[in-house]
């Protein structure tokens, strides 16, 4: 359903109450939602009257009631449904229909479009790829992803660990191991964690070796140009590889920053103006700390050297800075609450006008998720797990068209079927992961969405037939294909629930629904045999619904297969 009717609406609403009030259309256009209609023989859009009331201050919702109605607008009630009140417009069966095929899986008018910055996946170098990861990498893909689709200016942004005194242990391991650099460029995220894990195994048996790694940082601090270029030049290698496991997974960033942008040299302004405002007092221990509620947060240790939080205001302030924000989300996972809670409290005590502007999305932990070879410990590991899993099903389904031998339809599934196990949840719940029911065939899975897709895609060569250019709707009465339409109509308003909420399990509930419904219309709404009027009507409405499950789908992170 499009702007154009909401705003019609809205417009009829505010002229109903006779300048009595100061709200816009586009105040209504969000709240206008289409209704639960029983019979297939009415479509209703309804209005909630407390919030007209509540939060828009409509004191005289009774005059909106008075409204005649016109060609779109057939009948207006006021209906009450438990504890709540709407105003439910009637609206032209045929209008309706029409509005929805042209417009439904289109991107929706934004008048007002916001600068939003994510922050999301954010690994360290030289430590696991964990499940934390993971799931932001997957949710925040998804935010990127929905504010893209709403006409929203998005960067998405990746904040890579990769500064203190794990470089020096780095180092250390690479020196020991006597692995070059073109060792490393082969293989840099496994070998740079290996060679972190046996200097830290080094350090335990002999704590000169710790003092070594606190030396060689040292050096890369103090300008050393031997550290500094191998130090560069395991960045790089680094990204580049993520780079391949993130297209994988069908992900891109706009932006790379690196922990070490925000070294102490780079923040003296800012550690000048928080003892200037009296934010960070120093303790007897020498440390400087803020009084967030009644803790006190180290921000400068005692020998000098600043901690993560202390470059994530940096960070904030120089994000501001360059990209003007609306709207900054930092997808990072539960137990870092205190951090970001922190971290905004001191950008409100700096006065900061923009500090409101800032979100943590919390998620859960993933519990249980392992492959073969033991605990996943990197990303591509899990990926091939997933590919391998898929390609076992493909050899074993009868069914199976999509070319087997290079494992790319399997590489997607796969994924898909990782994406929609995390995404068709609450996000701040904890939940087990098992490698049988995410992968399953049957149920709400990836794969119920890409099959979906792989039919519907896969049913004007089967059929012969081209889809209408043009929507006729009064050849689209039968009672699955009124209802497949109302559900493709609600599809706008769960982008804006889900974006209001930032939760994915909506818009995920949502298209398994679609797939039902979609599902009925085939048992139905015959192509083959039927004139060619209304065979092409009917390819039609399931190239809009193929349409508008494409466009979910990708909004999720899933990349929509034609065949599988």
């Not at 797939?515 to 209304?534: R, Y």
């Given at each position: 359903m499009s702007s154009k009717l909401k705003l019609y609406l809205g417009r009829k609403v505010i002229d109903s109450l006779h300048k009595t009030t100061r709200i816009s259309p586009l105040e209504l256009q969000h709240l206008i939602q289409?209704?639960?209609?029983?019979?297939?023989?009415?479509?209703?859009?309804?209005?909630?009257?407390?919030?007209?009331?509540?939060?828009?201050?409509?004191?005289?919702?009774?005059?909106?009631?008075?409204?005649?109605?016109d060609d779109i607008i057939k009948n207006i009630q006021l209906v009450r449904d438990r504890a709540n009140r709407k105003i439910a417009f009637e609206i032209d069966r045929y209008i309706f229909v029409k509005d929805v095929m042209e417009n439904c899986s289109l991107p929706d008018l934004n008048f007002k479009p916001r600068n939003v910055l994510v922050e999301y996946s954010s690994p360290n170098i030289a430590k696991p790829f964990h499940f934390g990861h993971l799931r932001s990498t997957i949710i925040g893909n998804f935010i990127g992803n929905l504010n893209d689709f709403l006409r929203n200016k998005v960067t998405k942004l990746n904040y890579l660990g990769n500064w203190g005194t794990q470089y020096g242990f780095i180092k250390l391991g690479v020196n020991d191991l006597k692995y070059s650099l073109q060792d490393i460029e082969k293989n840099p995220?496994?070998?740079?964690?290996?060679?972190?894990?046996?200097?830290?195994?080094?350090?335990?048996?002999?704590?000169?070796?710790?003092?070594?790694?606190?030396?060689?940082?040292?050096?890369?601090?103090?300008?050393?140009?031997?550290?500094?270029?191998?130090?560069?030049?395991?960045?790089?290698?680094?990204?580049?590889?993520?780079?391949?496991?993130?297209?994988?997974?069908?992900?891109?960033?706009?932006?790379?920053?690196?922990?070490?942008?925000?070294?102490?040299?780079?923040?003296?302004?800012?550690?000048?103006?928080?003892?200037?405002?009296?934010?960070?007092?120093?303790?007897?221990?020498?440390?400087?700390?803020?009084?967030?509620?009644?803790?006190?947060?180290?921000?400068?240790?005692?020998?000098?050297?600043?901690?993560?939080?202390?470059?994530?205001?940096?960070a904030a302030l120089d994000r501001f800075k360059k990209y003007n924000f609306d709207k900054m989300y930092y997808v990072v996972d539960s137990s870092q609450s205190d951090h970001f809670h922190a971290l905004k409290n001191i950008l409100y005590k700096m006065d900061l006008p923009w500090a409101n502007r800032i979100t943590h999305v919390k998620f859960g932990r993933i519990l249980g998720m392992s492959t073969r070879k033991g605990s996943a410990i990197f990303l591509k590991d899990i990926l091939d797990e997933c590919r391998d899993r898929m390609i076992k099903k493909q050899?074993?389904?009868?069914?199976?068209?999509?070319?087997?031998?290079?494992?790319?339809?399997?590489?997607?599934?796969?994924?898909?079927?990782?994406?929609?196990?995390?995404?068709?949840?609450?996000?701040?719940?904890?939940y087990e992961f098992v490698w049988d029911q995410a992968l399953q065939a049957q149920g709400d899975t990836g794969i119920k969405l890409q099959y979906a897709h792989c039919r519907l895609y896969n049913l004007e060569d089967n059929t012969g037939m081209v889809p209408a250019k043009e929507c006729i709707p009064e050849i689209l009465l039968e009672p699955e294909a009124v209802a497949l339409t109302k559900q493709l109509a609600k599809f706008h308003d769960i982008l804006y629930n889900a974006n209001e909420q930032l939760e994915a399990y909506i818009l995920?509930?949502?298209?398994?629904?679609?797939?039902?419904?979609?599902?009925?219309?085939?048992?139905?709404?015959?192509?083959?045999?039927?004139?060619?009027?209304?065979?092409?009507?009917?390819?039609?409405?399931?190239?809009?619904?193929?349409?508008?499950?494409?466009?979910?789908?990708?909004?999720?992170g899933l990349r929509p297969l034609k065949k599988m």
């Open positions: 289409i209704g639960n209609t029983n019979g297939n023989d009415k479509i209703e859009l309804s209005l909630p009257v407390n919030i007209l009331e509540a939060q828009l201050g409509v004191t005289n919702v009774t005059e909106i009631l008075k409204i005649e109605p995220l496994q070998l740079l964690y290996q060679c972190y894990v046996h200097a830290n195994k080094l350090a335990e048996n002999n704590p000169r070796y710790t003092e070594e790694a606190k030396k060689i940082f040292a050096e890369l601090e103090g300008g050393s140009e031997e550290e500094i270029n191998d130090w560069q030049q395991f960045m790089e290698f680094s990204k580049l590889d993520l780079i391949k496991t993130y297209k994988r997974l069908g992900i891109t960033f706009d932006v790379y920053n690196f922990e070490s942008d925000y070294k102490a040299q780079q923040i003296k302004d800012v550690l000048t103006v928080l003892r200037k405002k009296n934010i960070i007092h120093k303790d007897k221990d020498g440390k400087e700390t803020a009084l967030i509620g009644d803790r006190n947060v180290t921000v400068v240790k005692s020998d000098g050297t600043t901690l993560y939080l202390t470059r994530d205001i940096a050899i074993e389904s009868p069914t199976t068209k999509a070319p087997i031998e290079n494992g790319h339809a399997a590489d997607i599934l796969g994924v898909s079927c990782i994406i929609i196990n995390d995404l068709k949840r609450r996000r701040q719940k904890d995920v509930n949502y298209l398994f629904q679609l797939c039902n419904q979609i599902n009925k219309a085939f048992k139905t709404l015959q192509v083959k045999g039927q004139s060619v009027e209304i065979a092409s009507q009917r390819l039609l409405l399931f190239k809009t619904a193929r349409e508008v499950l494409g466009n979910g789908m990708t909004i999720l």
